[in-house]
């Protein structure tokens, strides 16, 4: 065992960073490159790392204290033996970060030719030195084409393992196109975009090798915390954090080992309320962040900004009322289950209910039963539902729509594939009949009864059940007046059928049998509105009630 002080690893010359977070404890035991402290300059975050693997015996820094290269922020205890106990080991004072991390200033003298004060001249903006690193990720877009800006300004922010940093203005001037997206990856010069600088007496187009900082005069893996203190001070200094989570509530400010465990925990980071410096999210606030939610879902308690915190099911041991028997569910159970409750929950249904006279189509299937027959076909009342919803999805198309996942297009489809809904022993399936406007009655039926045998037979595929723009969910043959279906998202709609009955109608002079078929439809009111759905409703009820209508 030896003990081994902790510090500052080199900052590239800069004096006086901040210390933003402590992510270790004492007693805790570290990996070596863990993150112990983050420390911030005006441009750039980084890590200070554990220098070798151990247990931290101290920390003698605090959130918000200033640390210059070289200053102790603490002990750690090492495995190795023989290491004097005074003398900080060769690794304490190594620099902190390999060179892939260490995004430096640009090593790119200015493109663009000297101008005249005043004058505005175009030139590619390119990622300064990043110390020989490839494909660093961009984890923020800053500007956008049109925006003003001042030498500086933060235009994107890269990060590597351990640090992150601003990709400055070069020069004052225009942003005319920014040719990078969160996501991507650069490297050393990659241009991200264009800008068009104002060049003057104070910001020479071609900068001195000196404010350039070009990679050959920087020590060898310079941290990223402090490369702003080589910068010629240009605009007036300001707090570019502060400034700019005042004015884009969107951007939120957090380094890297914060980063890292919010994509880790699934965090969205400007979701979580930054308690920092300079309005950092900490590891702290991530946690406290994380068990709130974790609370408000336990509770069930439905908080003012959304979230559906619905209470966990109560676990009951049924046994103790009388004998039960526990089995395992079918994949298809559990997956209907899941689905199920996945629409329940995500669509905003309204179920409209209407009563078709079925009469003369009753009459006219069974007429035709034999005939049917026949040719091997099977005609029930599920091909003639088929066809009326093709026809009533054609007349109203209001109902063949998806939402988009944006949340901001609705998907409209020029195609009619109807889902039927089949019971089968393993649970609930739903094979899709494809392109059902351009079907006869025949072909309907015959494809009905097939795609319901491969289900109860367990054949369908997955293409088979996919890309329905409707459902149609029958329990006529099985009975009751009427049920409110789900809809079967990304569908928007779902026809409930229930068993015909033979009822008194009032036909203007008399009441006079007829079979009524009742029918519910569920839509999503977010795609359908109510006019829509009472159309569509019209529409198919009218189809339904004269066969003539549905034959042509
Ligand atoms: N009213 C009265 N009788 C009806 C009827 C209705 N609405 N619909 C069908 N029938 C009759 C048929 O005409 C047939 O009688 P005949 O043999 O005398 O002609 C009988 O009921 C049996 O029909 P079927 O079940 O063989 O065929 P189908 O075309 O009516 O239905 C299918 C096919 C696949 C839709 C059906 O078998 C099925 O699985 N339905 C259940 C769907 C379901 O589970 N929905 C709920 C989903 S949400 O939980």
Redesign the pocket.
Known sequence: MAKQVIKVPDLGGADQVDVIEISVAVGDTVAEEDALIVVEGDKASMDVPAPVAGKILSISVSEGDKVSEGDVIGEIETDAAGDSAEEPAQEAEQPAEPAAEQPAQPAEPQQAAAAPAGEATEQDIVVPDLGGADAVDVIEISVSAGDEVDEGDSLIVVEGDKASMDVPAPKAGTIVSISVKDGDKVSTGDVIGVMKAVSGAAAPAQQPAAEAAPATEQKPATPAAEQAAAEPPAAPQKDQYLERDLTVSAEVYAGPAVRKLARELGVTLNKVKPTGPRNRVTKDDLHAYVKEQVKKAESGAVGVGGGLGIAKMPEIDFSQFGPVNVEPMSKIHKITAANMARNWLNVPHVTQFDDADITELEDFRKSMKAEAEKRGV?L???PFLLKAVAAALRAEPSFNVSLHNDGEHIVRKDYVHVG????TPKG?MVPVIRDVDKKGLYDLAEE?TAM?LAARDGKLKPKDMQGACFTI??????GGTGFT?IVNAPEVGILG????SVRPEWNGTEFVPRKM?PLALSYDHRAVNGGDAGRFMTYLVSMLSDVRRLLL
């Open positions: 099977k029930t009342p599920v039927m809904a089949v019971d609930l009905a319901a969910s029958s329990l006529g043959a099985i279906p059928v229930s068993r015909l078929l």
